[in-house]
């Protein structure tokens, strides 16, 4: 079994900096994904960034290229979402998705290559 916890949430001002954690229980693949994906009040649930956790590969969602970073961490099993240059649209609950099958570039932004998900993290930024 897989399991995943986020943390790192909170409320921080626009502009300013937040750093998610996904804490990764189980057996993982090398060519498995992880990713972050978030969802606002009223809206679906959208991409924010991959990677591949094998080679370490990246992937973002147009919204925050430049401005968040992902990365894991094998050692400890964990995933981070490095969130920079935050602003007011970036408010929503973050989840941590994982996928315990092999998961190709291509698809690494759909939502239904992932079969294990975090709880989710609410971040809130102010104007």
């Known amino acids: 079994q897989v399991h995943l916890v986020e943390s790192g949430g909170g409320l921080v001002q626009a502009g300013g900096s937040l750093r998610l954690s996904c804490a990764v229980s189980?057996?993982?693949?090398?060519?498995?994904?992880m990713a972050w994906f978030r969802q606002a009040p009223g809206k679906s649930r959208e991409f924010v960034a991959g990677i591949i956790w094998g080679n370490g590969n990246a992937y973002y969602g147009d919204s925050v290229k430049g401005r968040f970073t992902i990365s894991r961490d094998s050692a400890v099993s964990a995933a981070y979402l490095q969130m920079n240059s935050l602003k007011p649209e970036d408010t929503a609950v973050y989840y941590c998705a994982g996928s315990t099958t092999p998961v190709s570039r291509l698809v690494v932004a759909d939502r239904r290559q992932y079969d294990r998900w975090g709880q989710g993290t609410q971040v809130t930024v102010s104007s």
């Open positions: 189980g057996r993982t693949l090398s060519s498995s994904a």
